[in-house]
């Protein structure tokens, strides 16, 4: 039994020491690649067009602000008061639009992109709509509506669907001029 303990413990040490040495190269690696992706999303980034950068940046801000907690309240636990953020129960719809026009609309675009585009942000649109008529049923249903107030970004995840909306049409205009008229 000592010797299997030993042997077990020799193996474990045996894995430390070549773990650690194999850290700087890890290291470098990561590097490379780091350098590699970043340099070519910069190059990416210079071949836009100026209203595809800020469409870009935009639905950048539109997923990021769908993450973050839309509603706040306050609850009393034993005497002590509890404060709790809480996102919509339809955020996973907010998330995945959001992030699903970002990676399409950022670095690939065709024709049935633009139709997915309009369509994803009416439905956000629809659905916010709907959650403010109706708040219990779309955002929260265990709340007291009068309880709830809305943090900062629900209205800057509107603020960034109105103008991804925007600039994502002066984006599309500005590329069938340049694309569709140059000889």
Partial sequence: ?????????????????VSIKLVPELIKVWWFLGKKITLSLFSYWKTKLFYDKIFFIFLFLQLFFSVLPWFHYEIVFFESNESVSLSPKLNSIFILISLLNFFFLGFWKSTWTRLWFFATEMICVIIVLW?????????????????????????????????????????????????????
């Fill in 1 to 17: 039994m000592t010797n299997t303990f030993f042997s077990l413990l020799t193996e474990i040490l045996n894995f430390f020491t």
């Fill in 131 to 183: 959650g403010y008529l109706e708040p219990k049923r779309t955002y929260y249903d265990f709340v007291n509506p009068n309880e709830v107030s809305t943090q900062f970004p629900f209205y800057l995840f509107l603020i960034s669907l109105f103008f991804s909306f925007v600039f994502g049409y002066l984006s599309f205009k500005k590329e069938d001029e340049v694309y569709l008229h140059s000889p």
